[in-house]
């Protein structure tokens, strides 16, 4: 297994641990010493009822039963994450460098979002994969954090069951089809502050302007950093922070 593989494997685990320790599902899987791998199957059946769990657990139906039992030795009596600790495992997911994402480092992220001055009262969109450890972080300093990310993630839909009361994922290309928009969709939703960390020099192939209903973009370029930071002025009242 990979370093991401393994924090993928570690995530879902993780999330059907907070759905049965928040009542969602009825299970004493994690208590059990006697847990087997067909107990796990019907955890597995309880949980279908989210849209991203069939797909997910795929591979983790794949996983050799000795792996699965050193995991849930480890998630016996593991408390639920902090935010902290979601940040912690994302960097190491971000160290296969296959992925080609290099986050931040956390230290980086908690003075941006101190130097923003982000608050409770306030609500912050991040886009592009690698503002998702920042959106871990605003989840205890934001009222309303939402991430949108071409990319289908596990650890950001396992962020988005633990938090749901905060976080709203949506995995979509920004420029060329936002997610968060009016019931009516013809207005972009607004936020307080906006996060991009966008890969550097990254020329985007596709026309984004072509078809674009909410008047985002003015200037003519293929490169994907420009085009971000027209899209997120468009949907941020307060304060854009990006990369460039």
């Keep these: 297994y990979s370093v991401r593989e393994a924090v993928e494997i570690v995530a879902l685990f993780l999330m059907l641990k907070h759905l049965v320790d928040s009542g969602a599902i009825n299970s004493n899987f994690f208590t059990r010493d006697d847990a087997q791998f067909a107990d796990l199957i019907e955890l597995i059946e309880q949980a279908k009822a989210l849209p991203f769990i069939k797909e997910s657990f795929k591979e983790l139906m794949l996983t050799p039963d000795v792996v699965l039992r050193e995991i849930l030795a480890i998630m016996r009596g593991l408390p639920d994450l902090s935010a902290e600790d979601i940040v912690n495992l994302l960097i190491l997911d971000a160290s296969n460098s296959r992925m080609g994402i290099a986050y931040f480092p956390i230290t980086l992220m908690q003075f941006l979002v101190k130097l923003v001055g982000v608050r409770q009262t306030d609500s912050v969109y991040c886009a592009s994969p690698m503002t998702l450890p920042m959106a871990a972080l605003l989840l ?31 995995f979509s290309e920004p420029l060329m089809n936002p997610k968060f928009v009016s019931d009516a969709g013809d207005k972009l939703q607004r936020f307080d502050y906006g996060f991009s960390f966008s890969p550097f020099s990254y020329k985007f192939q596709q026309d984004y302007q072509k078809n674009d209903k909410f008047s985002r973009f003015e200037l003519v370029t293929r490169n994907y950093e420009v085009a971000i930071i027209e899209h997120l002025i468009a949907q941020i009242d307060k304060l854009v922070c990006v990369t460039v």
């Design 140 to 170: 205890e300093n934001a009222g309303k954090v939402a991430y949108e990310n071409v990319v289908n993630e596990k650890i950001a839909s396992l962020l988005a069951v633990m938090f749901a009361d905060k976080l709203t994922v949506a």
